[in-house]
């Protein structure tokens, strides 16, 4: 099939996607659409759960496993959007709906190029499509869950936004709660040991505190408190103060290495890790995919954002068309021609690397 077709195919099928909703788990609508598209190009596919996955034709064990990999979830439509989300349509080159831009943009451009290599020989690498359930509320039952399932990745292309420059890492996340305690009163009674004051000094130590390792890609470690919770009634002092602690984690340090500096340092009685499974990802500017995309002319940078890179253990590239500023806004869209753009230059690329 020629690329235009291929492209045009492409656009349908994300239409289509955006008028189906599948926000995370209930992705099973949006499934079939993909499964559709395998078995009209005659390629042989698998479903477990709502992830639909196939490998190229000459699938060869002794040859090293590119993944492709986007996800076709959404999220919910927020309250400002002022078209239906669920409508896709076209002006002035945007093509509108939920999930246009975060990811299906993505998703049907890797689609698209997947099926362009499917049938070739002698490829240097395999090729591992997936399109994932689940990457917006990080569940358990998207990309992390296929990684037992789908053959052994030994680099992988992440679909996100990302305007087709080169996210060559990415920050993990940690989320902490943590505990400020005090001894409780009656108000009317002096208390030096109240939890709320106590809480200043921790809100304080938080703000200024630095990691010391900073990353070329990515920076520094971001730290943030995002909320707080303390007190029931007007006159009562609490027993302590809740806080939660949002950790950006650059690719310097592990996500159990972060949860052991804070355990040790922080002034808090208790601080704990929700999960330390969503780490920093990365891939070396010496990768054949980097050097490639370099040659060009893609730029390369660090991406403050998560994504399905954060389960995986093996280097990975963020890329995709779109932008991901438009991402959970209102009224989201993605331009016709970041597709058009976006598949010939994944087709570009791996030309370049696996051919």
């Given at each position: 099939?020629?690329?235009?077709?291929?492209?045009?195919?492409?656009?349908?099928?994300?239409?289509?996607?955006?008028?189906?909703?599948?926000?995370?788990?209930?992705?099973?609508?949006?499934?079939?659409?993909?499964?559709?598209?395998?078995?009209?190009?005659?390629?042989?596919?698998?479903?477990?759960?709502?992830?639909?996955?196939?490998?190229?034709?000459?699938?060869?064990?002794?040859?090293p496993t590119l993944l492709l990999n986007s996800h076709h979830d959404t999220v919910k439509p927020n309250s400002a959007y002022t078209n239906n989300p669920f409508k896709a349509f076209v002006k002035d080159d945007k093509l509108y709906g939920l999930g246009s831009n975060d990811a299906g943009g993505c998703l049907v451009s890797l689609i698209a190029t997947f099926t362009h290599f499917y049938q070739q020989k002698d490829l240097k690498y395999n090729l591992v499509i997936v399109a994932s359930a689940e990457e917006e509320s990080s569940g358990s039952n998207g990309?992390?869950?296929?990684?037992?399932?789908?053959?052994?990745?030994?680099?992988?292309i992440v679909g996100e936004p990302t305007l087709m420059n080169l996210a060559i890492a990415e920050k993990g996340l940690v989320v902490f709660d943590a505990v400020v305690e005090g001894t409780p009163s009656h108000a009317a009674h002096p208390n030096n040991n109240n939890a709320i004051y106590n809480s200043i000094e921790v809100l304080q130590w938080?703000?200024?505190?630095?990691?010391?390792?900073?990353?070329?890609?990515?920076?520094?470690?971001?730290?943030?408190?995002?909320?707080?919770?303390?007190?029931?009634?007007?006159?009562?002092?609490?027993?302590?103060?809740?806080?939660?602690?949002?950790?950006?984690?650059?690719?310097?340090?592990?996500?159990?290495?972060?949860?052991?500096?804070?355990?040790?340092k922080s002034p808090c009685t208790k601080i704990t890790p929700r999960s330390l499974r969503l780490n920093s990802s990365s891939i070396s500017t010496e990768h054949d995919l980097v050097k490639a995309g370099i040659t060009m002319g893609r730029k390369t940078y660090g991406s403050p954002t998560l994504s399905d890179q954060s389960v995986l253990t093996c280097q990975s590239l963020k890329l995709?068309?779109?932008?991901?500023?438009?991402?959970?806004?209102?009224?989201?869209?993605?331009?016709?021609?970041?597709?058009e753009e976006g598949i010939q230059i994944y087709i570009e690329l791996l030309n370049r690397v696996i051919v």
């Open positions: 099939m020629k690329i235009q077709q291929l492209t045009e195919k492409a656009i349908s099928l994300l239409k289509n996607l955006i008028e189906t909703p599948s926000f995370s788990s209930e992705e099973d609508k949006t499934a079939l659409l993909i499964e559709n598209w395998f078995k009209t190009n005659n390629i042989p596919f698998k479903r477990t759960k709502n992830n639909v996955w196939a490998t190229n034709k000459y699938f060869d064990k002794s040859k990309l992390n869950s296929m990684l037992s399932i789908i053959p052994h990745i030994d680099v992988a938080f703000k200024d505190f630095k990691f010391e390792k900073t990353s070329k890609a990515l920076g520094d470690v971001k730290m943030t408190v995002t909320q707080i919770k303390a007190g029931s009634q007007h006159n009562v002092v609490p027993a302590h103060v809740d806080l939660v602690i949002d950790v950006r984690v650059n690719d310097a340090y592990s996500n159990k290495e972060i949860a052991a500096i804070l355990e040790k995709g068309p779109g932008d991901s500023t438009r991402s959970h806004s209102a009224d989201e869209f993605i331009y016709i021609s970041e597709i």
